[in-house]
């Protein structure tokens, strides 16, 4: 039993519900005065508390005054006015000039006595219910005068406290006076933290009491949050005695069932648990006020006192409006100070980052300058590391221990993104090392993390890390509840080692990040990621601008930088150079063995062998495809000495090129233009030295042509007769002839080959050697070979339609025609128009055809053979003759060149490979044909070596159709003599 005779134990289900238990509907009331529910409707007393019998003189039984009118009982303080119920206010208690009625049990001059107590008189609502508190004014004359001094100087007192310098001598000052105002023994100011505890911030006691609470906190559990939310509405409360008794409601119920509310009422009672709470810490009666700033809850003012104490209504309300006062004022200083400290804080990073931003775009490299400015970063930020990643920018620095690279740390914390998040946005820890699950693999000692984060085509992100700060917490006694169980199911709450001073070490936390941080790391975030864009588009457009004038292959300029640097020059009347335009010799055999990879890697080291001959003011193109272009500087520039430099170049590609283990030797053709004498602009000089490049490779290659005026006349005559070849099919200028091929056993015609020729109006009648380069240069060959083959299967059609021997026409298509889309459908389309058969009909190909495009000239050399047109090699052994192509492509004829067929019985070479030739061709069960038999000796020779099939002017000139039949019949009489 405690002191004064009361039990000091709990329910143990009391003690374990207390967090959640409703204290705003305990019902009971303090027992030092007396409670009146009364239904506003009505007007009818509906529930007392029980002690009414106990204050109440002459009554007998609490229930009496029930379902009576309330004006029976209570009066005003004239008697002349009616008691207002529906003016009540919803919360906060209001003193009523009301009395009570007590003449109605006992006579009046029994009520005279000396020991009456006056009492004032509390009202408010809940809903439908007016709530009417009576509580005695019991005050000695001592103590009456004490009060009346005090309000005689309330004014002076409020004034002392504004005038408090800083906020720790104003919560001094304010306890002071409240102590003196409440005349309780101990004063204290309970400021609530962030993570629910308390701490006392301000404590002041009579004299004989020491301070023994100052400083110290107290843990969240000591006021439940149910407790909390009550104190926001109820601002002041008000423990009588923490040993009496606490009065019952009679009826226990309202009315309507329920219990009454009394978040409100002054006479609430307390929980079991509070009071037994109080009586740990040696406190009889409290008086509580609370400071709410801004809609929140910042805290309380406890007062405590050793004995039973009452404070009146004007020591309650001037109690009050020191709280209030408190409450402003703190929250006046608080806000003014951290704000200034705030503002403080956040000019110190925008400056840092205002330097930084300079920084970045003086620089324009982020990795470079973030790793120079980190250490300032971090120590404004009070930060051990720091990350970024934007994009393919991706860094991690700070003296922070790490133990993974730079990606596995960017992953782990961009795990912690918030992916909903489309807008800007900062994200915040503190308390990483708390617990496993919230720690950072890669970065072990970070205690804080601070995250922003942006939506920039994907998510970018910036973080800081802090370390870990070990705080030292004094508590009021160790915070955890220390329960005596008890054997009849009950517990004491036994004191928390007398509340005495107990330390704490708080450890996996680090210092909190404050608003302006996120701010700047926003901040932060938003400059790296602006910069970044600027540093991307400023790459992208050098990298633009580069690939706009030079060559990506070999990283020279290319043809439009180069002419417009000549151009340049041209015009500031720069004539001290010579234009050079250079070609390799060949290079497109290497193109076609072994492929472009390995012809780009020659065209690397021929462009590192031309730069390395060249000086820093001379100028070096690639043009395209194997053509270069050179401007040369030379102080009088003339033939002899652009000759002599050109000579260097060729020096210089003399060495073999060794690629992949291949060596190649190479030459080059040079063509050369001086200005002004060769031009006075870029295209004169171009075209001039191309002339002379033309020149040059006509000449033999491998050597440097110096322009003459005589080349230019050459090639008018080229582009004119390019021009005119362009007209000759619409004109009706282009003719066929048809020389015959003979079986050199029976010694008759067995094919005939057409043959296309010109007949220019002035030039007269052309060879195909003359023009058919030229068309093949001006993309007219299609047109030309679709024309021979319309006109040799019309040919074909006649020689039918006149009864005349079934004879093959072949027909030689270009490397253009044979890999045009539509050959076949072509072909079998205009056998079919004609009504020729396929095997009518043979196609000649040259070797140039397969050497550039195996595979395809492949498949639509098969494709004919399907259609039954035949096909042959043409001018076998002039290119890159191989076995291996013969094996792989469909044909059935093999057409020795002529070369051979004039030198074979001359030179023994020649002999020997025209031998090899016919063997290979009848080894692989191919129809073998000499072209260019001239004389009976080579027909002889050809027939004893296996080659069974002639054609050449031995036998017949080609000859215009109309003759064609009558030459055949006149050389198949002759041979047969």
């Known amino acids: 039993m405690s002191p004064g005779g009361r039990d000091d134990t709990i329910p143990a289900e009391l003690e374990k519900t207390c967090a959640q238990e409703a204290i705003h509907l305990l019902g009971t009331v303090q027992a030092y005065g007396f409670l009146m529910v009364v239904e506003v409707a009505s007007g009818c007393i509906v529930q007392v508390s029980a002690g009414i019998m106990r204050h109440w003189p002459g009554l007998a039984d609490a229930a009496a ?163 909390r939310r009550l104190y926001l509405t109820n601002t002041l409360r008000v423990l009588a005695d923490v040993e009496a008794a606490m009065d019952g409601l009679v009826p226990p119920l309202l009315p309507n069932g329920e219990a009454l509310d009394q978040s409100h009422c002054m006479l609430r009672g307390l929980s079991e648990v509070h009071l037994a709470y109080l009586r740990n810490m040696g406190v009889r009666a409290t008086l509580t006020l609370s400071i709410v700033c801004d809609g929140k809850l910042w805290g309380l003012i406890a007062c405590h006192h050793h004995a039973p104490r009452t404070p009146p209504h004007q020591i309650r309300d001037g109690m009050r409006q020191i709280a209030e006062l408190l409450a402003e004022i703190a929250n006046m200083r608080i806000e003014a100070l951290s704000h200034l400290e705030a503002v403080g804080h956040r000019l110190r990073l925008d400056r840092l980052l205002n330097g ?352 003459e005026l005589a080349m230019a006349a050459s090639q008018r005559d080229y582009y004119l007769l390019e021009r005119d070849l362009d007209e000759a099919i619409e004109r009706n200028q282009l003719s066929l002839v048809f020389q015959p091929k003979v079986d050199l056993i029976s010694r008759k015609a067995v094919g005939l080959e057409a043959l296309v020729r010109w007949n220019h109006p002035t030039r007269g009648e052309n060879s195909p050697s003359a023009f058919i380069p030229i068309a093949e240069h001006s993309d007219q060959i299609i047109r030309i070979d679709r024309w021979v083959m319309r006109n040799a299967i019309a040919e074909q059609a006649q020689r039918h339609s006149d009864g005349l021997p079934k004879l093959p026409i072949a027909i030689n298509l270009s490397i253009a025609d044979i890999l045009s889309p539509n050959l076949v459908p072509y072909l079998t389309g205009l056998l079919a128009e004609y009504r020729v058969p396929p095997e009518a009909l043979e196609i000649e190909v040259t070797e140039s055809c397969f050497m550039r495009q195996l595979a395809e000239t492949r498949n639509v050399l098969r494709a004919l053979n399907d259609s039954g047109i035949s096909t042959s090699l043409d001018d076998f052994g002039t290119g890159f003759s191989s076995l291996s192509y013969l094996r792989q492509l469909p044909l059935q004829c093999l057409k020795i060149d002529q070369s051979f067929t004039h030198s074979m019985l001359q030179d023994p070479n020649a002999e020997k490979l025209t031998q090899a030739i016919v063997a290979m061709g009848n080894a692989l069960k191919m129809k073998i044909v000499a072209e260019g038999v001239e004389t009976r000796e080579q027909m002889n020779w050809l027939l004893a070596h296996g080659c069974h099939i002639g054609q050449g002017y031995y036998f017949s000139p080609p000859v215009p159709p109309g003759d064609l039949q009558q030459v055949i019949e006149r050389l198949e009489v002759r041979l047969s003599a």
């Not at 906060?92 to 000039?97: K, S, T």
């Not at 101990?186 to 933290?193: A, C, E, G, K």
Request: proline share 5%; hydrophobic share 40%.
């Open 356 to 707: 930084l931003h300079q920084a970045l775009i003086q620089d324009g490299d982020i990795t470079t300058v973030l790793e120079l400015w980190l250490p300032r970063l971090l120590a404004a930020f009070n930060a051990s590391t720091l990350g970024v990643r934007i994009g393919t920018l991706a860094c991690v620095g700070g003296p922070g221990r790490r133990e993974g690279g730079t990606h596995q740390i960017l992953d782990e914390v961009g795990a912690r993104l918030g992916l909903q998040d489309q807008g800007p946005a900062v994200r915040m820890w503190d308390e990483l090392l708390t617990s496993k699950k919230r720690a950072l693999m890669f970065l072990p000692e970070a205690a804080g993390l601070l995250l922003a984060q942006r939506h920039d085509e994907d998510i970018i992100f910036c973080f800081l890390a802090r370390e870990e700060v070990v705080q030292q917490v004094h508590w009021g006694g160790e915070p955890v509840k220390h329960l005596v169980s008890l054997p009849d199911g009950r517990v004491r709450l036994e004191p928390r080692r007398s509340f005495t001073k107990w330390q704490q070490s708080v450890r996996g936390h680090s210092a909190p990040w404050q608003q302006a941080e996120a701010d700047a790391l926003q901040n932060l975030l938003r400059i790296l990621s602006e910069v970044n864009k600027l540093q991307m588009n400023r790459k992208m457009q050098e990298t633009l601008h580069w690939r706009a004038h030079h060559d990506h292959l070999t990283g020279l300029y290319n043809r439009r930088a180069m002419e417009d640097e000549v151009a340049r020059r041209l015009e500031d009347g720069q004539y001290n150079t010579a234009l050079m335009l250079l070609d390799l010799d060949h290079f497109k055999k290497i193109n076609d063995t072994y492929g472009h990879e390995t012809g780009d890697l020659v065209l690397q080291q021929l462009s590192l062998r031309l730069k390395a001959v060249m000086r820093e003011f001379d100028l070096l193109a690639r043009l395209g495809g194997d053509e270069f272009m050179l401007l040369l500087q030379i102080p009088h520039p003339n033939a002899a000495t652009a000759l002599t430099l050109a000579e260097r170049l060729h020096q210089a590609v003399a060495t073999p090129f060794d690629i992949k283990g291949q060596q190649f030797r190479l030459g080059i053709s040079i063509g050369i233009a001086i200005p002004p004498a060769h031009g006075r602009s870029v295209s004169e000089l171009l075209r001039h030295a191309d002339l002379a490049l033309y020149q040059a490779k006509s000449l033999g290659r491998s050597r440097s042509v110096v322009f």
């Open 65 to 227: 005054p029930l379902s009576r009118p309330l004006s029976e009982w209570v009066a005003t303080a004239d008697d002349t006015q009616a008691l207002d119920l529906d003016s009540l206010p919803a919360s906060r208690p209001v003193q009523l000039p009301w009395r009570p009625r007590f003449e109605l049990t006992q006579p009046q001059e029994e009520l005279a006595g000396p020991v009456s107590p006056q009492w004032e008189c509390l009202g408010h609502r809940r809903g439908e219910w007016a709530i009417i508190e009576w509580l005695p004014m019991l005050a000695s004359p001592d103590e009456q005068q004490r009060q009346n001094q005090v309000f005689a100087d309330f004014a002076g007192v409020i004034g002392r406290l504004r005038r408090s310098e800083d906020l720790d001598a104003f919560f001094r000052d304010s306890v002071r006076v409240i102590r003196e105002v409440s005349a309780f023994d101990r004063v204290m100011i309970y400021r609530f933290l962030s993570d629910g505890s308390g701490e006392v911030v301000a404590e002041h006691t009579a004299s004989g009491y020491q301070q023994k609470y100052l400083g110290l906190r107290f843990p969240a559990s000591d006021i439940p949050s149910q407790a």
